[in-house]
Structure formats: structure tokens, C-alpha cells
């Protein structure tokens, strides 16, 4: 009897462990995305493939279009404080309006771009909430780098955020003959003294491990 009942109980036992063990594992929560509910800084890495720097100065004769390409950009920000670091670079040598003497003198004249091969944004706050889904709609502020003198500026940018990816798209001034640049127009054409810069920018998004 004695060996019946202990058979019993260990029956009963392994039961009890079976169901208890299955409970808790359809009970656990989903393990959750690598950026819910994070109070780490976040590294966005930007892909120049995805990404474009475009511009537009105007003048009495016509609009000029042209582009610049991405050397390399990373942004890294915390959520909860709005503290931003990191680089976006843009080679100025790239310039590009489809013009070969109009670029020439953009190059040798305006940027001097032998000199000063490179453009840098410096990221230094985010204004605003970031989601880490979905759209959102913030304020970048920074310094921005060009020919040789340093900038504060401040761009709206509209993210998405899916998964580990993600874009940005920004619109804002550069007043370059304020900022010391030379005024490229003359008796017959005259140049607006500010251009129109507009980044459509794409990468990866992950926490960073630091």
C-alpha cells in the first residue's frame, strides 16, 4: 500500500509540474522589440545608397538644381534626454548641376571646394518626441560646418521608424553669402544669397551598446 500510495503521489506530482510548466510558458509575455519602451542612446546609421542631398539656389534668369553626394552619416541620440552626437558628411567636391562651367565656378569660386572638400552637420539636440514607431515629427539642432566656419542651425525633420530601419527627410536654408561665402552673380545675373537644401536620408537603427 505504502509503495501504491508513493507511485500515486509522484504521478500526481509530475502532473501538477506539467501543468505548471505549461501555464507559465502560454502565460510569458512576448519577448519584446529591440527598441520598446528603450531608454538607451539610439545609433542611426545612414545608407548612401538610400540617401540624397539635393539643392536649389534661384536667380533673375532661372532656378538652379543640383545635388551633393553622402560620405557618411551616423546620428546617435538619447530618447529620454534629447542629447544628439555624431557627423552626417557630404562631399563638397561632389557638386553637381549638370553645368560643367557653372560647376567649375561653384567649385574654384564659391565653395573652393580643393580647400574645403568636406560639408559637416553636427548634431548636438533633438526637440521634440521621437517615436520609435511609426512618423514623427522633431527638431534637430546642431552645427553645421561649411568652407572653413562653423554654423548653429536648426532643421525640422520628419522620420519613420519601422523595425530596424529607417528615413528622414529634412528642408532648410543655408544663407551662404552671410556665412563669408562668395557671391557667384554679376551685371548680367544675380543670385539669390541663400540656397535651398533638402536630405532624403534611409539606414539601420539599433540601440547602442556603449
Known sequence: MRIMGWKAW???????????????????????????????ELVFSLDQSQSKVHYMVDSTLHAVHGTFNLKSGILRIDPTTGKASGEII??????????SSRDEKMHKVVLESSKYSEIVFSPTL???????????????????SLHGGDHDLIVPVHAEIAGDQW??????????????????????????????VELELAGSLKPSRS
Do not use: C
Not at 514623427?136 to 553645421?144: E, T
Open 167 to 196: 528615413k528622414g527627410s529634412t528642408k532648410f536654408q543655408v544663407p551662404y553669402i552671410q556665412w563669408g561665402l562668395k557671391d557667384p552673380s554679376n551685371f548680367l545675373l544675380k543670385v539669390k544669397p541663400t540656397v535651398e
Open 126 to 144: 533633438l526637440d521634440g518626441k521621437l517615436a520609435l514607431s511609426g512618423p514623427s515629427d522633431v527638431k534637430l539642432h546642431g552645427m553645421l
Open 10 to 40: 509522484s504521478v500526481t506530482a509530475g502532473a501538477i509540474a506539467g501543468i505548471a510548466v505549461f501555464l507559465s510558458a502560454t502565460a510569458a509575455p512576448p519577448r519584446p522589440q529591440v527598441l520598446q519602451a528603450s531608454t538607451q
Open 90 to 99: 557630404v562631399y563638397a567636391t561632389s557638386g553637381d548641376s549638370n553645368n
